[in-house]
Structure formats: structure tokens, C-alpha cells
């Protein structure tokens, strides 16, 4: 259909030609889009040939890409009716029968949508204006194209007027207003759907035929938005939830309950560093220690395949004991949906450089933690490669290369990044951590078999069932299995393991044996467990 046997509605569509993910255009599109105008995406060669169909067509460029993009030539050489450049960095103007001077895309791109706008509004209104100034000259310049006046008898006879029945008439009177409704709403939804329908196809073509690195294995020794110049998205979150306790009534004792409940608020945090060195990138908390500072591996509004691997190496720089890594593989602040109130969900393990470790799900809009699927322990280090495998639903952790629990949980559909960092809440000075040999690996969409999975942990089963637990040698390292035990150290707990097959030997240096729970008098004391058994109590753990 033509330009000009298009429908009003039709003709006051904007057509942008961008870069296949372009990031910067893609951000100025949805700033259109909440203007109010009608955008359709060129970013193929199909939709590109349409610019000569539409009002308005926003040309987007960038030095370097725009004479390899094939929709951004396509939409040039169509000679659109209106042609606006818009340029992403400052660059000659390739010459073209452009219609405005060139607009240049801040780094707010939803200043430069309002600016265009106005000028596209203002365009409108123009060729609304100028149609009827068209017409009116033809009518007066040819006179001969009117219609001949109607020629009068001398005879006038009286037409006969008809008479209805009265049933028949009344019928009419009452029916004709609800067919022009019903015609009226017939039109409106097939109009309707058209638009949508124009507006989802040239979305879905763009999602469809642009390969992307979503798509492929990706490696970065020396991860980070400044240390890796591979071309993907690497973000550093400037704020988060955090919990707001409420103040106590004055004259109040101490052991009163507060006037309200906790709340959470949004925290801006720009304290986080990234430094890059040979070795890996250095993150840096300069304050709000007890949050996470974190890097994404961002999807650019994509959500990531359905199977991938991802994995970090976290080593400790200068942190208090109470240092904690995370990797997250839901990371839900890249979605469209995503705001300051949301976008905060994700399903993350936690590992802390005393061992312990923990999987948890963050709520989206609170960033408080919604459900604790696993915990356990591994060996003390300053040093662990965190991975996770995710097939739809179903997660697998694994830290230094160990699977420690795979999860089931449905509450995050897809996933929009990959999250890594750091929290130290016991931290008095700035606490640093290097991270390096972050790997992205999509695998095939196939669907888990559960024969081959080591451990599934769901919400349900994280309810404690009374059962008889019993281990031959009892402790860290010694039990094979699934108990977890916490592990002992001589700075902490004053106490040395070893697992002979007899049991779990613990061994307590000189003058170390007030840490035991056993007295030992002499100088270099030990004493060997085995045959543990736990049983709970009736009544005691829910069913």
C-alpha cells in the first residue's frame, strides 16, 4: 500500500533505521515510544525498504558502523519524504537529502526523544495543513471540473410520501444507532490490531535474524566494563535496597519493640571501584560494606539462553574475616520491567572465605532475601572458582570445581546477566577482592534428567523431616556423607582434625585445651569420636 492510499493513523508512523544491538538506539526508541509515537524498528534489510511508506524516518549513526549496517544504507537511498539524522558520536554528515540538521544522542536519551518529538509533532502538523492548501487552487484554477447545477423543471410535482408501518419504523429508530456502534467498534479493533501487528513483527524480525554473543562462548581473563574490550555489556549497579530500621519513640526502653517494622528504601551507592591489572580486575568498596558490590555480565534487555555455564575466580585482596564472594545467575535488573522499585531479583550462591556457603533467592522489589534453598561448608581458602550450570529452571552450584546442590526454582523465568562481587559487613577500612577467568558457555536446550542430577533442593524440601543421621567418623573432611560439618582450625577453635578409619582424632596443642569442650590436662592431648548418631525428638521438626 502506498504512501498516499495509506490511512491517516498510517501515515503518522516513525521509522528508526539502527545498528542490530545497538544499545544507545534501542533506549532512544523506548523513549519515543513513551512520547507517544508510533516507532517501527529497522534493523533488517526487509523493514528498511519501508522508509519511503512512513511519515518520518530517524536515522541513527555511528562512525564506525554505519557504512557496514546494510538497514541504515537501505533506508537512506529510499529517499524517505523525511529524513532526520541522529548522530551517536561527532562525525561528518554522509550526504543525503536529510531533512533537519543533525541531532546528537546524549547520553539521556530520553532528552533527545522529546527534542525529536516536537520537531516530528511540529512536521505533522505541517502536512496536515498544507493537504487542504492543495485542493483549493485546483477548484479554483478549473472551474470545469465542478458539477453542472442541477437543472429545474418548470413542472414540480410533489413526491408521495412513503408511510412505514409503525412496528417497522420503530424497529429502525431503535436499531440504527447500535449498527453505527457496531461498526464503529469493528473498525476500531481491526485498526487496532493492524498496528499492533505492524509493531510486533518488526520487534520479533529484529530479535530473530540479529546474531548476538548471547549465542556463544565467551571468556575474559580480566572481566569489566574498562578491562575488556570484547564489545559486550559490563555494568556496575549505582544503588540497591536497603533495610531502614524505624525509630523509637522517645522515653522508650531499650528492649521495646520499634513503631514500625523495617522498611526498604533505595541506596545510592557509587563507591564501587574496578581497577584493571594484569592479573584480573580489582573491585573496591569505598563504603557500604555490608552490601554487595557487584559487576553484571549484562544482556542489553535480552533474556540469555535457557542452558549456560558461567563461572568466576574470586581471590581476596585486603577484607576482614567475614568476606563474602557471590555469583548470581537470575539477575533480573536488566529486564524492561526493571526500575528503581524493581529489578532486583536473583538467585545467587554465596560462599564465605571461612568456608561457609549458602544459595538464596532475592526478592525483586525488596532485594531482601526470599527463601535459603541450601548451606554448607568447604574448606577455608582466600581463593575459590564459583560456577553454576541453569537448564530453565533447575540450578547447579559448584565451588572449586565440587558440585555442592543443584535448586529448583521456578520464581524467575529468565535471566538478563550474570552477577559477581563482594560484601564484607565486618569490614573497617575499603575491602578489595580480584576477580579473573570469568567464562560464559550457552549449551544446548535440552531438558535435565534427574537420574543425573547429584542433589535437587526445593522449597519443600528444605522442611526438616525427622530422620536418623548417623556417621562412623564424624567431622569435616571425615564424614562421606551428606551432614554438613563446619570446619575447625587451631586460630579458631583451638583444636587439630584428622581422620584415621577408626573415627574423627582432634588434637589440641599445648596450652590450647581451655578452647575444647573436653578437659585436657596434658600438654599435647587427643581424643577420638566415632559412631555419631543424631536422632530427633517426636514433635520436635514439622512433617
Same mark, same amino acid.
Given at each position: 500500500?502506498?504512501?498516499?492510499?495509506?490511512?491517516?493513523?498510517?501515515?503518522?508512523?516513525?521509522?528508526?533505521?539502527?545498528?542490530?544491538? @545497538?544499545?544507545?538506539?534501542?533506549?532512544?526508541?523506548?523513549?519515543?515510544?513513551?512520547?507517544?509515537?508510533?516507532?517501527?524498528?529497522?534493523?533488517?534489510?526487509?523493514?528498511?525498504?519501508?522508509?519511503?511508506?512512513?511519515?518520518?524516518?530517524?536515522?541513527?549513526?555511528?562512525?564506525?558502523?554505519?557504512?557496514?549496517? =546494510?538497514?541504515?544504507?537501505?533506508?537512506?537511498?529510499?529517499? #524517505?519524504?523525511?529524513?532526520?539524522?541522529?548522530?551517536?558520536?561527532?562525525?561528518?554528515?554522509?550526504?543525503?537529502?536529510?531533512?533537519?540538521?543533525?541531532?546528537?544522542?546524549?547520553?539521556?536519551?530520553?532528552?533527545?526523544?522529546?527534542?525529536?518529538?516536537?520537531?516530528?509533532?511540529?512536521?505533522?502538523?505541517?502536512?496536515?495543513?498544507?493537504?487542504?492548501?492543495?485542493?483549493?487552487?485546483?477548484?479554483?484554477?478549473?472551474?470545469?471540473?465542478?458539477?453542472?447545477?442541477?437543472?429545474?423543471?418548470?413542472?414540480?410535482?410533489?413526491?408521495?410520501?412513503?408511510?412505514?408501518?409503525?412496528?417497522?419504523?420503530?424497529?429502525?429508530?431503535?436499531?440504527?444507532?447500535?449498527?453505527?456502534? =457496531?461498526?464503529?467498534?469493528?473498525?476500531?479493533?481491526?485498526?487496532?490490531?493492524?498496528?499492533?501487528?505492524?509493531?510486533?513483527?518488526?520487534?520479533?524480525?529484529?530479535?530473530?535474524?540479529?546474531?548476538?554473543?548471547?549465542?556463544?562462548?565467551?571468556?575474559?581473563?580480566? #572481566?569489566?566494563?574498562?578491562?575488556?574490550?570484547?564489545?559486550?555489556?559490563?555494568?556496575? #549497579?549505582?544503588?540497591?535496597?536497603?533495610?531502614?530500621?524505624? *525509630?523509637?519513640?522517645?522515653?522508650?526502653?531499650?528492649?521495646?519493640?520499634?513503631?514500625?517494622?523495617?522498611?526498604?528504601?533505595?541506596?545510592?551507592?557509587? *563507591?564501587?571501584?574496578?581497577?584493571?591489572?594484569? *592479573?584480573?580486575?580489582?573491585?573496591?568498596?569505598?563504603?557500604?560494606?555490608?552490601?554487595?558490590?557487584?559487576?553484571?555480565?549484562?544482556?542489553?534487555?535480552?533474556?540469555?539462553?535457557?542452558?549456560?555455564?558461567?563461572?568466576?575466580?574470586?581471590?581476596?585482596?585486603?577484607?576482614?574475616?567475614?568476606?563474602?564472594?557471590?555469583?548470581?545467575?537470575?539477575?533480573?535488573?536488566?529486564? @524492561?520491567?526493571?526500575?528503581?522499585?524493581?529489578?532486583?531479583?536473583?538467585?545467587?550462591?554465596?560462599?564465605?572465605?571461612?568456608?561457609?556457603?549458602?544459595?538464596?533467592?532475592?526478592?525483586?522489589?525488596?532485594?531482601?532475601? @526470599?527463601?535459603?534453598?541450601?548451606?554448607?561448608?568447604?574448606?577455608?581458602?582466600?581463593?575459590?572458582?564459583?560456577?553454576?550450570?541453569?537448564?530453565?529452571?533447575?540450578?547447579?552450584? *559448584?565451588?572449586?570445581?565440587?558440585?555442592?546442590?543443584?535448586?529448583?526454582?521456578?520464581?524467575?523465568?529468565?535471566?538478563?546477566?550474570?552477577?559477581?562481587?563482594?560484601?564484607?559487613?565486618?569490614?573497617?577500612?575499603?575491602?578489595?577482592?580480584?576477580?579473573?577467568?570469568?567464562?560464559?558457555?550457552?549449551?544446548?536446550?535440552?531438558?535435565?534428567?534427574?537420574?543425573?542430577?547429584?542433589?535437587?533442593?526445593?522449597?519443600?524440601?528444605?522442611?526438616?523431616?525427622?530422620?536418623?543421621?548417623?556417621?562412623?567418623?564424624?567431622?569435616?573432611?571425615?564424614?562421606?556423607?551428606?551432614?554438613?560439618?563446619?570446619?575447625?582450625?587451631?586460630?579458631?577453635?583451638?583444636?587439630?582434625?584428622?581422620?584415621?578409619?577408626?573415627?574423627?582424632?582432634?588434637?589440641?596443642?599445648?596450652?590450647?585445651?581451655?578452647?575444647?569442650?573436653?578437659?585436657?590436662?596434658?600438654?599435647?592431648?587427643?581424643?577420638?569420636?566415632?559412631?555419631?548418631?543424631?536422632?530427633? =525428638?517426636?514433635?520436635?521438626?514439622?512433617?
Amino acid at each position: 500500500m502506498g504512501y498516499d492510499m495509506q490511512p491517516s493513523f498510517l501515515r503518522r508512523r516513525v521509522l528508526v533505521a539502527v545498528a542490530p544491538d @545497538d544499545r544507545q538506539a534501542i533506549e532512544l526508541i523506548k523513549a519515543l515510544r513513551m512520547q507517544g509515537l508510533t516507532v517501527l524498528v529497522a534493523s533488517t534489510v526487509v523493514l528498511a525498504a519501508q522508509a519511503d511508506e512512513v511519515a518520518v524516518c530517524v536515522v541513527v549513526l555511528h562512525p564506525e558502523t554505519w557504512r557496514s549496517t =546494510l538497514p541504515i544504507i537501505v533506508a537512506m537511498r529510499c529517499n #524517505p519524504r523525511y529524513m532526520i539524522p541522529v548522530l551517536e558520536e561527532p562525525m561528518m554528515l554522509p550526504r543525503a537529502a536529510w531533512a533537519t540538521e543533525p541531532f546528537a544522542l546524549s547520553e539521556f536519551p530520553a532528552e533527545t526523544a522529546r527534542a525529536l518529538a516536537q520537531m516530528i509533532r511540529h512536521h505533522f502538523q505541517t502536512v496536515a495543513e498544507r493537504e487542504p492548501v492543495v485542493v483549493a487552487p485546483r477548484v479554483a484554477i478549473s472551474p470545469w471540473l465542478r458539477e453542472p447545477e442541477p437543472f429545474e423543471p418548470s413542472i414540480i410535482h410533489k413526491p408521495r410520501r412513503m408511510v412505514l408501518p409503525p412496528q417497522l419504523a420503530q424497529l429502525l429508530r431503535l436499531g440504527w444507532p447500535l449498527t453505527v456502534m =457496531l461498526c464503529l467498534s469493528f473498525l476500531s479493533y481491526y485498526f487496532f490490531q493492524l498496528s499492533s501487528m505492524t509493531n510486533t513483527e518488526a520487534v520479533t524480525r529484529t530479535v530473530r535474524t540479529t546474531p548476538t554473543w548471547r549465542d556463544h562462548v565467551y571468556t575474559a581473563a580480566v #572481566p569489566g566494563a574498562s578491562c575488556d574490550n570484547a564489545g559486550v555489556d559490563w555494568e556496575v #549497579p549505582d544503588h540497591y535496597k536497603g533495610q531502614v530500621s524505624p *525509630s523509637v519513640k522517645p522515653g522508650t526502653i531499650d528492649n521495646q519493640q520499634p513503631v514500625a517494622t523495617p522498611t526498604s528504601q533505595v541506596i545510592v551507592d557509587t *563507591s564501587t571501584v574496578v581497577t584493571c591489572q594484569q *592479573s584480573g580486575a580489582l573491585l573496591t568498596h569505598m563504603n557500604h560494606y555490608a552490601a554487595f558490590a557487584t559487576m553484571i555480565f549484562a544482556s542489553k534487555g535480552l533474556a540469555l539462553p535457557q542452558h549456560f555455564k558461567a563461572q568466576i575466580t574470586g581471590s581476596i585482596v585486603n577484607t576482614s574475616p567475614g568476606a563474602i564472594f557471590a555469583l548470581g545467575v537470575r539477575d533480573q535488573s536488566n529486564s @524492561d520491567l526493571s526500575s528503581r522499585d524493581s529489578g532486583y531479583g536473583n538467585d545467587t550462591l554465596q560462599v564465605g572465605i571461612d568456608g561457609s556457603w549458602e544459595i538464596v533467592r532475592y526478592n525483586n522489589s525488596s532485594q531482601a532475601v @526470599d527463601l535459603r534453598f541450601a548451606r554448607g561448608f568447604v574448606r577455608a581458602a582466600r581463593s575459590y572458582i564459583l560456577a553454576a550450570e541453569t537448564n530453565g529452571d533447575i540450578m547447579s552450584f *559448584s565451588i572449586n570445581n565440587q558440585t555442592i546442590a543443584t535448586i529448583t526454582d521456578p520464581t524467575y523465568a529468565d535471566s538478563y546477566g550474570v552477577s559477581f562481587g563482594l560484601s564484607d559487613p565486618a569490614a573497617v577500612h575499603a575491602p578489595s577482592a580480584l576477580f579473573s577467568q570469568f567464562v560464559y558457555q550457552p549449551l544446548a536446550e535440552t531438558a535435565q534428567v534427574q537420574s543425573q542430577i547429584r542433589t535437587t533442593i526445593t522449597p519443600h524440601s528444605l522442611q526438616p523431616v525427622p530422620t536418623i543421621y548417623t556417621a562412623v567418623a564424624p567431622g569435616f573432611g571425615c564424614d562421606p556423607g551428606k551432614g554438613q560439618w563446619q570446619p575447625t582450625s587451631v586460630a579458631l577453635d583451638h583444636a587439630i582434625t584428622h581422620c584415621p578409619a577408626t573415627g574423627l582424632t582432634v588434637t589440641s596443642p599445648g596450652n590450647s585445651a581451655a578452647g575444647l569442650n573436653i578437659r585436657l590436662d596434658e600438654r599435647s592431648s587427643g581424643v577420638t569420636y566415632s559412631n555419631f548418631i543424631f536422632t530427633p =525428638l517426636p514433635g520436635l521438626y514439622a512433617q
